[in-house]
C-alpha cells in the first residue's frame, strides 16, 4: 500500500513538474510572438503584404523576416525586412526580442523616434535601419549593446549630437551616422574604437575640428565626413592608414596642407575627395604611388602650383577633378594621362594652366566623356583630330584664348551633349558638320569672332536646348530651321551679329522658350503675328535692328514675360495698353522709336525705374517720376486752334530772326577758336585733345593684339603712342553690349567735373563711325605704366606669360600706401565734389598705379551723381539721380542692399572698400569658390580674428619678417588694418565706417608700424 501511494505521488510530481516546464517554454514562445505582434501593430503601410504570414495559423518562427535559434528553437534571432515598403512605427517592445542578433529594416518608411528599448538588446551585433525617416535622437542606451559590430542609421532625420559613450562600443566595425541633422562635434572617444572599419558621418550638420585620437583607427578602410560644417586641420595621422580605401572630406571648411604623404602612406586609396575646402599646398608627385586611386576630387581650394606630369602612373584613374584651384602649369601633363585608359572624366576648369593643347590630348582614351578646361588661360588651336574621342558628351573651354577654327571633326562626335566654347578668339565659320550631333543639348559658341552663316545644319540637332551664338560677327539670315526647333526651351541668343532679313514666320515653334535674344543685329519687317504662340517666354530682346510698325499685339498672350526690350528700332504709334496689363512685367525698355501719345500710369509703367523710354520725342504724360510734358486734353485743342495759327506766325517769325542771329554767333565764336588753337601748342597737361578714329586706330597699330592691355564689361583697353611719342590708354567700348553707352556719357560726365590726384585723368574721347560706318566711341587717358592692382595681387590675371611678374610683390607698406590713396579718392568723390559722386564698381581692375606706384582710381562707368544730403542711416539714396534698383557692379564687391532694391549710396562704396581692403592683405578674391553659399571674405575674415589673423595673411607679406619681433610688428599691423576692412563691409550701412574714418585709422597705423620699424632698426 505504501509503496502504491509513493508511485502515485511521484507520478503527481512528475506530472506537476512537466507541466511547470512546458508552461515556462510555452511563455518564452509566447514573450517573442507577443514581441512581433506588436511590431506588426505598429504598421499601418504593408504595400508588398509581407507581413500577411503573421498570422495565428502558422509558428513565429515560420514568419517571413523571421528567423529563429537552432539551439533555442522558440527565440526569434534575426528580424530581416528591408525593402519591403513597410510604414509606420517600430514598437518598442522589440526592445523584448533578447535574443535577436541581427536587424534589417532598411529602404522602408519607419518615422517616429527610435526606440529606446532596443538598448535592451545585448546579443544584437547587427542593427540597420539607414534609408527610413527616423526623428529625434539617437537612443542614449546605444552604448549598452557591447556586441554591435555594425550600427548603420545612415539617411534618416535623426538630430540631436553623437554621444560621447559610442567610443564604448569596443566591437564596433561600421558605424555609419550620414545623412541626417546632427549637430555638434565629433567624440573624440570614437578613436577608441579600435576595430573601426567603416566612418561614415557626411551630410550632417557636424562642427568643430576632426579629433586628432580619429588616428588611432588603424583597420579604418572608409572615412566619410564630407559636407558638414567642419574646420581646423586634417590630422597627419588619417592618412598614415595603409588600409584607407576611400577617403572624403568635401564640402567643409577645411584648410592647410594636408597632401605631403597621400599616396606613400595610404596606397590603398581608391578615392580622394576634398572638393570645396580651403585647403592650400601643391599636388605632390607622391600622389601616383596610390597606384590603386580611381577617383580624384580635389575641385574648389586654393591648391597651386603646377599639376604632377606622373599622373599617368594612375591607370585606374576613373574621374580627376581639379578645378576652381590656382595651379599653373602648361598641358604637358596631358601626355601621360593618355596611359589612363578607364579615364572617363579630366576637369581643371577655373585655374592658371596655359600654353597650347598638346597633339597628344587626341589620343586620350576613347572612354573619356567629359572634358571640362573652361576660365584657364589656354592658347592656340583645337586639335585636327579631335573626332578620335568619339564618346565625348561634353566638351567646354569657354573663356580661354584659343583662336583658329572649330574643326570639321568635331561632328563625329555623335554622343556630344554640350559644347561650351564661348569666349575665345575662334574664327572661320562655324563648321556644318556640328549638325550631325544629333543629341546634342546645350551649344554655346558666343564672344568669339565666327563668320559666314549660321549652318542650317543645326536644324538637325531636334535636342537642342540652349543655342548661344551672340557677340560674333555671323550675316545673312535667321535660318528658318534653327526657328523651328521646338526643343529649344532655355535660351536662344543669335545678339550682337550682322544679320539681316526678317524674322521669320517659324518663331512660333519656340513654344518651350525662355528667353529670346535677337538684340544688335539688321533685322527688319515686323515682328510676326506667330510670336504669340511663345507662351513660356519670359525675356525677349529685340532692341538695335529696324522693326517697325506698330508694337504687335501678338505680345498681349505673352503673360510671362519679365523682360522686354524694343529699344533703338523704328516702331511707331501708341503704347499699347495691355503692356501695363502683363502681370511679371519687370523691365521694360521702349528708348529711340517713334512712339507718340500718352504713357500708361498704371502696370509696370508705375514704376520709372522699370521702363526705358527716352528718345521718344511725342510722348506724354506717364508717372511725374518719367519727367514727360503733359498730354493736351482733346478740348483744348479745339478751343485753341484759332489762337494756335496766329501764335504759330508770330513765333515763327522770332524763331528764323533768332536762327540768323543764332548763325552770326557761331560763325564769330568759331573764327576766334580756330584763332586760339592755331597759336597754341598741343599738351596733354593743359588743353583737351581732339583725337579722330585715325590716328587712334594709328596709334595702337590697328587696334593689335600686341597692344591689349586689359578688357572689362563694357570695352577693351589698348595701349597707344599718339604722334609717335606721347603714350595713352585707349578703351574702346563695345557698343553692342547693353548698357555700354551708358557708361561712357556716365564715365563722360564725371570725369569731365572733376580733378584729383588719385584720380585717373581723361585727356579726350573720341565719337564717331570707323571705317565700316558703325558707331565709334572710345575714351583717353593717361597711360599707367604699372597697370592695375588686380595684376599685383593675383599674378598673370591677364593670361600673360610675362616672365617678370613672378618677381612682382607689393611690400606692405606699399599696400598701405595704395590702401589710403584709394581712400582719399574715394572720400573726395564723397565729400570733395559740390555734389556727391558714388563710384559703384570698385575693386581691384578699377585702380591702376603709376610710375611711382601711387594709386588712381578710374572706371567711372557706373558711376552715379547724387545729393549731397541724401545719405540717410539706411544707407539709401533719397533724390539721387540714380533710380535704378538693378544691381550693378561686380560680383563681391556689390554691397548687399543693392540686391534689396536700395539706390546706390556712399555706404555702398564704403562696403566695396572694406571688401577690396580686405582682398589687399588676405591675397583672396571675394568671389573664389571656397567660400561657397556659407561665408564671404567680410565672414572670413571677422571669424579669424583675433586669433588666426596671421592664417589668412598673404604669405608673400609674413615673408618681410626676419626675426620674431619684426613678425610680431607685421602681425599688429595687419590685424588693425583687417579690423578697419571689417568695420567698412557690414552687412548693415549704418554699421559701417565712412571714408574719413577709414583714412584716420590707416594713418595712424602707418605710422605706428613705421614708428616701431625704426626702433627696431635703432
Known amino acids: 500500500m505504501g509503496k502504491q501511494l509513493f508511485l502515485i505521488l511521484n507520478s503527481i510530481l512528475l506530472w506537476w513538474w512537466s507541466s511547470i516546464t512546458i508552461s515556462g517554454a510555452y511563455l518564452q514562445n509566447q514573450t517573442d510572438r507577443l514581441a512581433l505582434a506588436s511590431f506588426k501593430n505598429a504598421i499601418y503601410e504593408d504595400s508588398f503584404g509581407v507581413l500577411s504570414s503573421w498570422n495565428d495559423s502558422t509558428h513565429h518562427c515560420e514568419w517571413r523576416g523571421v528567423l529563429c535559434s537552432k539551439r533555442h528553437p522558440?527565440?526569434?534571432?534575426?528580424l530581416v525586412l528591408r525593402s519591403q515598403g513597410l510604414e509606420g512605427f517600430l514598437s518598442p517592445h522589440i526592445g523584448n526580442l533578447s535574443f535577436l542578433r541581427v536587424i534589417f529594416l532598411q529602404?522602408?518608411?519607419?518615422?517616429?523616434?527610435?526606440?529606446?528599448?532596443?538598448?535592451?538588446?545585448?546579443?544584437?551585433?547587427v542593427l540597420v535601419l539607414s534609408n527610413n525617416s527616423f526623428g529625434g535622437p539617437i537612443p542614449s542606451n546605444f552604448p549598452r549593446c557591447l556586441n554591435l559590430e555594425t550600427l548603420n542609421l545612415i539617411d534618416n532625420k535623426l538630430g540631436g549630437r553623437i554621444h560621447s559613450d559610442l567610443g564604448s562600443l569596443t566591437r564596433l566595425k561600421v558605424l555609419g551616422l550620414s545623412l541626417n541633422s546632427l549637430i555638434g562635434p565629433i567624440p573624440r572617444s570614437i578613436g577608441n574604437l579600435s576595430l573601426l572599419q567603416q566612418l561614415s558621418l557626411e551630410k550632417n550638420v557636424l562642427s568643430g575640428e576632426i579629433p586628432e585620437e580619429l588616428s588611432r583607427l588603424k583597420r579604418l578602410m572608409l572615412f566619410q565626413l564630407s559636407s558638414n560644417?567642419?574646420?581646423?586641420?586634417?590630422?597627419?595621422?588619417?592618412?598614415?592608414?595603409?588600409?584607407?580605401f576611400v577617403f572624403d572630406v568635401s564640402d567643409n571648411q577645411l584648410r592647410g596642407s594636408f597632401l605631403n604623404d597621400v599616396g606613400t602612406t595610404s596606397p590603398s586609396l581608391h578615392l580622394l575627395g576634398a572638393i570645396d575646402n580651403l585647403f592650400t599646398g601643391m599636388i605632390p608627385s607622391t600622389l601616383t604611388n596610390a597606384t590603386g586611386l580611381k577617383l580624384l576630387f580635389l575641385d574648389h581650394n586654393n591648391f597651386h602650383g603646377p599639376i604632377p606630369k606622373n599622373l599617368g602612373r594612375l591607370k585606374d584613374l576613373y574621374i580627376i577633378e581639379l578645378?576652381?584651384?590656382?595651379?599653373?602649369?602648361?598641358l604637358s601633363f596631358i601626355s601621360s594621362l593618355v596611359n589612363c585608359s578607364n579615364l572617363k572624366i579630366l576637369g581643371i576648369s577655373n585655374n592658371l594652366?596655359?600654353?597650347?593643347?598638346?597633339?597628344?590630348?587626341?589620343?586620350?582614351?576613347?572612354?573619356?566623356?567629359?572634358?571640362?578646361?573652361?576660365?584657364?588661360?589656354?592658347?592656340?588651336?583645337?586639335?585636327?583630330a579631335l573626332g578620335n574621342l568619339f564618346n565625348l558628351s561634353l566638351l567646354s573651354f569657354r573663356d580661354n584664348f584659343l583662336t583658329g577654327c572649330v574643326p570639321h571633326s568635331i561632328g563625329a562626335l555623335s554622343n556630344l551633349q554640350g559644347v561650351y566654347l564661348s569666349g575665345n578668339m575662334l574664327t572661320g565659320e562655324i563648321p556644318s558638320s556640328i549638325g550631325n550631333i544629333t543629341l546634342l543639348n546645350l551649344l554655346h559658341l558666343s564672344s568669339n569672332i565666327f563668320q559666314g552663316y549660321i549652318p542650317q545644319s543645326l536644324g538637325n540637332c531636334k535636342q537642342l536646348i540652349e543655342l548661344d551664338l551672340s557677340n560674333n560677327n555671323l550675316v545673312g539670315s535667321v535660318p528658318v530651321e534653327i526657328m523651328g526647333l521646338s526643343s529649344l526651351s532655355i535660351v536662344l541668343s543669335l545678339a550682337n551679329n550682322n544679320l539681316s532679313g526678317s524674322l521669320p514666320l517659324q518663331v512660333g515653334s519656340l513654344k518651350n522658350l525662355g528667353i529670346l535674344d535677337l538684340s544688335y543685329n539688321r533685322l527688319t519687317g515686323l515682328i510676326p503675328a506667330?510670336?504669340?504662340?511663345?507662351?513660356?517666354?519670359?525675356?525677349?530682346?529685340?532692341?538695335?535692328?529696324?522693326?517697325?510698325?506698330?508694337?504687335?499685339?501678338?505680345?498681349?498672350?505673352?503673360?510671362?514675360?519679365?523682360?522686354?526690350?524694343?529699344?533703338?528700332?523704328?516702331?511707331?504709334g501708341p503704347i499699347p495698353s495691355f503692356l501695363a496689363e502683363l502681370p511679371l512685367l519687370g523691365y521694360l525698355n521702349l528708348s529711340f522709336n517713334q512712339l507718340e501719345g500718352q504713357v500708361l500710369e498704371h502696370g509696370v509703367f508705375l514704376n520709372a525705374s522699370s521702363v526705358l523710354i527716352y528718345g521718344n520725342m511725342k510722348l506724354c504724360g506717364g508717372v511725374p517720376s518719367l519727367k514727360l510734358p503733359l498730354c493736351k486734353s482733346s478740348s483744348s485743342k479745339k478751343s485753341s486752334s484759332t489762337e494756335a495759327r496766329v501764335i504759330y506766325g508770330v513765333v515763327g517769325s522770332l524763331l528764323c530772326l533768332a536762327l540768323l542771329l543764332l548763325c552770326l554767333s557761331i560763325f564769330y565764336h568759331k573764327k576766334k577758336q580756330m584763332t586760339i588753337i592755331a597759336s597754341t601748342s598741343l599738351s596733354f597737361k593743359n588743353k583737351f585733345l581732339r583725337i579722330s578714329y585715325e590716328e587712334l586706330l594709328r596709334a595702337t597699330n590697328r587696334f593689335s593684339e600686341t597692344n591689349l592691355i586689359g578688357k572689362g564689361r563694357y570695352g577693351t583697353v589698348f595701349k597707344g603712342i599718339l604722334d609717335g611719342s606721347a603714350t595713352v590708354a585707349i578703351k574702346v567700348l563695345n557698343l553692342m553690349q547693353r548698357g555700354a553707352s551708358r557708361s561712357f556719357i556716365s564715365e563722360c560726365r564725371t570725369l569731365g567735373t572733376i580733378r584729383h590726384r588719385n584720380l585717373m585723368k581723361i585727356l579726350s574721347v573720341c565719337s564717331g563711325v570707323d571705317f565700316r560706318g558703325n558707331d565709334f566711341k572710345a575714351l583717353i587717358y593717361e597711360f599707367m605704366?604699372?597697370?592695375?592692382?588686380?595684376?599685383?595681387?593675383?599674378?598673370?590675371?591677364?593670361?600673360?606669360?610675362?616672365?617678370?611678374?613672378?618677381?612682382?610683390?607689393?611690400?606692405?607698406?606699399?599696400?598701405?600706401?595704395?590702401?589710403?590713396?584709394?581712400?582719399?579718392?574715394?572720400?573726395?568723390?564723397?565729400?570733395?565734389?559740390?555734389?556727391?559722386?558714388?563710384?559703384g564698381d570698385l575693386k581691384p581692375s578699377n585702380v591702376l598705379l603709376d610710375n611711382d606706384m601711387v594709386a588712381r582710381v578710374g572706371d567711372f562707368g557706373l558711376a552715379k551723381i547724387i545729393s549731397t544730403v541724401s545719405v540717410e542711416a539706411t544707407g539709401v539714396q533719397d533724390q539721387g539721380s540714380s533710380t535704378s534698383t538693378t544691381v550693378r557692379g561686380s560680383i563681391g564687391y556689390v554691397p548687399p542692399e543693392y540686391g534689396m532694391g536700395h539706390k546706390v549710396s556712399t555706404l555702398g562704396d564704403a562696403y566695396s572698400y572694406g571688401i577690396l581692403l580686405l582682398e589687399m592683405f588676405t591675397g583672396k578674391r571675394p568671389t573664389e569658390e571656397a567660400f561657397g553659399h556659407h561665408l564671404n571674405l567680410h565672414n572670413f575674415v571677422r571669424m579669424a580674428l583675433p586669433d588666426r589673423a596671421m592664417d589668412i595673411v598673404d604669405l608673400s607679406l609674413l615673408s618681410e619678417a626676419s626675426d620674431r619681433q619684426q613678425e610680431i610688428k607685421i602681425k599688429d599691423c595687419i590685424f588693425s588694418i583687417f579690423e578697419v576692412g571689417v568695420a567698412c563691409s557690414m552687412e548693415s550701412p549704418p554699421d559701417r565706417m565712412d571714408m574719413t574714418e577709414a583714412i584716420r585709422k590707416l594713418h595712424l597705423i602707418k605710422v605706428s608700424y613705421e614708428d616701431k620699424e625704426r626702433r627696431i632698426g635703432m
Not at 519670359?538 to 523682360?563: T, V, W
Not at 600673360?800 to 589710403?820: G, H, K, P, T, Y
Open 107 to 125: 529602404n522602408n518608411s519607419f518615422h517616429g523616434e527610435i526606440p529606446p528599448q532596443i538598448g535592451n538588446l545585448l546579443r544584437l551585433r
Open 323 to 330: 578645378g576652381h584651384n590656382h595651379l599653373q602649369d602648361d
Open 229 to 244: 560644417k567642419l574646420t581646423g586641420e586634417v590630422p597627419a595621422g588619417i592618412l598614415n592608414i595603409s588600409d584607407m
Open 785 to 839: 605704366a604699372n597697370e592695375s592692382l588686380e595684376e599685383w595681387l593675383h599674378l598673370g590675371t591677364m593670361g600673360r606669360d610675362d616672365e617678370c611678374n613672378e618677381s612682382r610683390n607689393l611690400r606692405l607698406v606699399q599696400r598701405l600706401n595704395i590702401a589710403i590713396d584709394i581712400a582719399t579718392a574715394i572720400e573726395y568723390l564723397h565729400k570733395g565734389c559740390y555734389l556727391a559722386i558714388v563710384h
Open 530 to 572: 506667330s510670336i504669340s504662340e511663345c507662351l513660356v517666354l519670359e525675356q525677349l530682346y529685340l532692341d538695335a535692328n529696324s522693326f517697325h510698325g506698330q508694337i504687335p499685339k501678338a505680345l498681349r498672350p505673352l503673360r510671362g514675360l519679365q523682360e522686354l526690350g524694343l529699344s533703338n528700332n523704328n516702331f511707331s
Open 353 to 384: 594652366i596655359h600654353g597650347s593643347l598638346p597633339r597628344s590630348f587626341s589620343n586620350l582614351s576613347t572612354s573619356i566623356e567629359w572634358i571640362s578646361m573652361p576660365s584657364n588661360r589656354i592658347q592656340g588651336s583645337i586639335p585636327l
Open 74 to 78: 522558440q527565440r526569434v534571432t534575426s
